[in-house]
């Protein structure tokens, strides 16, 4: 299979990290892209300047992925102004750190509706559309989940974000094998750490959580942050090969690797995380200024 051109895509969380350098890279090669993200004004600044430089086009798009019904009348009038949909990438995401015991309810249930549910809904919508648009043998469509790394190996003191992650990750395998008969490819982005906004910006952190504590700690396991557009050409080419799962960074790779090949070793070391982590909540806790070592 050659260079990945949808003519049309729809990436949610499109606006910002991730999703904006795989719209950058697919306006690059003349996609239209719909940025569909719940912050309105950065996915505009986000489509005007990917726009500007061409020979796509980038257009914005408000919307909420916990809203089911607006995920679904996006695609279908996305789908009904150009004629088909190529990619919906179901890319929004958010962060969530802690220990479990300050877990609320509010953390699982954002966690499961936008992590989860945002992505099932994105698939189910533009399923629908992909299988009737199917023509012959052809491709009918890419549905592209963004996972995590925390979606093929346990990540600790992040509950929520690590099941929901695992589920993106059995969901889509499992979508993939049904959607064949319909011509839709369906793959999974399991990325190492990105240098994105998203490391800073946890979900309504715990009283134990120190601030700042998510980017300090990556640097033990994975020194060098992936750049979002080292991402973006990751998907483009696991897309092209159809790969079903798509681990980005050698951390990624090696660490999915020792979760099939050594589990032991991954226990051993999510283990000595959760250990670290357990420390600092404890500095945190009584008060000590450096929490992150
Ligand atoms: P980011 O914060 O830069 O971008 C996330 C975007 O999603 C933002 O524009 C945000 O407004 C949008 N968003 C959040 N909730 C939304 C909702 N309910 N509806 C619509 N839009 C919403 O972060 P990123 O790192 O680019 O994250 C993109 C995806 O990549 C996420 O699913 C994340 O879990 C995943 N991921 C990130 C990393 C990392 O280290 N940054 C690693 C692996 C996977």
């Known amino acids: ?17 991730i999703g904006r350098a795989l719209a950058a890279c697919l306006v690059a090669g003349g996609t239209y892209a719909v940025l569909a993200d ?19 086009r980038a257009v914005a798009a408000e919307l909420d992925v916990t809203d089911a019904a607006a995920v679904h009348a996006l695609v279908d009038s996305v789908a009904a102004q150009r004629g088909r949909l190529d990619l919906m990438a179901n890319n929004a995401g958010v962060l969530f750190a802690g220990a479990f015991e300050e877990t609320t309810d509010r953390h699982w249930d954002v966690a499961i509706a936008v992590n989860l549910r945002g992505v099932v809904e994105g698939a189910r919508a533009a399923y629908d559309v992909m299988a009737a648009q199917r023509r012959g043998r052809e491709r009918a469509g890419v549905i592209l989940n963004t996972a995590s790394l925390a979606g093929l190996i346990p990540g600790p003191t992040m509950a929520p974000y690590t099941t929901t992650k695992w589920a993106v990750v059995g969901f889509s395998q499992a979508l993939r094998a049904e959607a064949r008969r319909h011509g839709i490819q369906v793959n999974v982005l399991c990325p190492g750490y990105v240098d994105t906004k998203l490391i800073d910006e946890v979900f309504e952190p715990g009283p134990t959580y120190a601030v700042g504590r998510f980017r300090a700690n990556i640097k033990a396991l994975q020194p060098r942050l992936l750049t979002a557009d080292e991402v973006a050409a990751a998907a483009v080419r696991g897309i092209e090969r159809d790969r079903p799962v798509i ?4 951390f990624a790779q090696l660490s999915w690797r020792a979760q099939r090949f050594a589990p032991g070793v991954v226990r051993q070391s999510t283990r000595l995380q959760a250990a670290r982590e357990a420390r600092q909540a404890r500095r945190v806790a009584h008060g000590d200024a450096d929490v992150t070592g």
């Open 1 to 17: 299979m050659g260079a990945y051109r949808p003519g049309t895509a729809i990436i949610t969380g499109g606006a910002s990290g």
């Open 38 to 56: 719940r912050d309105y004004p950065a996915a505009e600044r986000a489509a005007a300047d990917l726009s500007a430089g061409g020979p796509g």
């Open 247 to 250: 681990p980005v960074g050698g």
